[in-house]
């Protein structure tokens, strides 16, 4: 177990120094200057030379590289230009809104979809088989900024059961709270999931309907175990690792899609902040953002490695033996 982790470990953090030269390189070889671009095409030399001293272009790239990813190593991250504010601040700020918008995406994704998944697998090859089906199919077809438009129309304009966008906050001040912050979230997260329930059902479909084909299935059919027995007991477990692959990727991806919904919704979250930073040409808040969501992500997939081990113990066996 313990070269299994540490295998995974290396792993991740060789993964996460390649994404940071990444991460770095590509706003470094950016056609034109940095300085030039943050402050306009009719900076003068005088203010330009002041930016670039200020951002450290008058050092090596290697020199720049270093002190970044050692700065974020120590816990300093660097100084927004347009909010004169650490981007660490401005980040955890902003991760009040995306992560919980993330997480119950995510929630309702894994519950509706293990649920649809595992039903139609059940009644393999019949009407309500096909008709989850095409319902999957239809959740992959629709864009989910548009489904997010059509949210707003039917409960927040039609229904005015909730409010068409912003956030009010997780305190009690200014009408907000835990109740209104999680309603605020609602119709976001139902955005988010749409088209992940439809993916992640497909696949527990599928996963489900091969385990079936198992010979251990016929043995504990023949053993006298119910059809819901088998598939509770011993077809889920063995069913889990696509599913679960997919469920890693998910929640990467709903984090990174909730830079649009943010937008439509005007929610003060992880993605509103590139976008407005994009718009201030704050290229050190636009570095530290990318590498924030590309780390999420490398960890996430980290965390599922160590759950394959938990779900299917005969890999940490393969991965001893390599």
């Known amino acids: 177990m313990s070269s299994f982790v540490f295998q995974r470990f290396f792993s991740f953090f060789i993964t996460l120094a390649v994404t940071s030269v990444v991460v770095f390189g590509v706003l470094e070889w950016l056609p034109g200057n940095a300085a030039q671009v943050i402050l306009g095409e009719t900076a003068t030399p ?5 930016m670039e001293e200020k951002l450290g272009l008058n050092q090596p790239a290697l020199n720049r590289y270093f002190q970044w990813t050692g700065g974020l190593l120590q816990g300093h991250s660097g100084m927004s230009i ?6 660490a601040e ?3 700020e902003r991760m009040h809104v995306t992560l919980p918008l993330a997480i ?3 929630g309702l994704t894994v519950v509706i979809a293990l649920c649809l998944g595992l039903y139609a697998a059940s009644k393999q090859n019949s009407s309500v088989d096909m008709g989850v089906m095409t319902l999957s199919q239809l959740g992959l077809a629709l864009p989910n900024f548009w489904l997010a438009i059509l949210l707003i129309l039917l409960f927040a304009v039609h229904l005015q059961w909730v409010s068409a966008g912003g956030f009010p906050g997780w305190s009690a001040d200014n009408g907000g709270g835990l109740r209104a912050g999680l309603a605020a979230l609602l119709l976001p997260a139902m955005a988010l999931a749409a088209v992940q329930t439809a993916i992640l059902t497909r696949v527990t479909r599928s996963a489900v309907i091969e385990s079936m084909s198992e010979d251990y299935v016929r043995t504990a059919r023949a053993k006298g175990l119910s059809k819901s027995q088998v598939l509770w007991r ?13 469920m890693g990727l998910q929640f990467g991806n709903l984090i990174t899609s909730a830079i649009v919904i943010e937008n439509v919704f ?7 902040l590139i976008f407005q930073a994009i718009a201030n040409r704050d290229l050190i808040v636009v570095r530290d953002v990318v590498m924030l969501l590309s780390a999420m992500v490398i960890l996430i ?4 490695d ?3 081990a938990w779900i299917d113990p005969r890999l940490k066996t393969v991965a001893a033996g390599s």
Not at 46 to 50: C, D, G, R, T
Not at 82 to 87: E, G, I, L
């Open 82 to 87: 347009s909010y004169d504010t650490p981007t």
């Open 306 to 308: 160590l759950l394959y």
């Open 104 to 106: 119950m995406a995510m």
């Open 234 to 246: 011993h077809v889920l477990r063995n069913a889990m690792i696509p599913v679960v692959t997919v």
């Open 301 to 304: 997939n980290f965390l599922i």
């Open 90 to 92: 401005l980040m955890l």
């Open 266 to 272: 005007v929610l003060p979250g992880i993605g509103r």
């Open 46 to 50: 005088e203010s330009l030379a002041a």
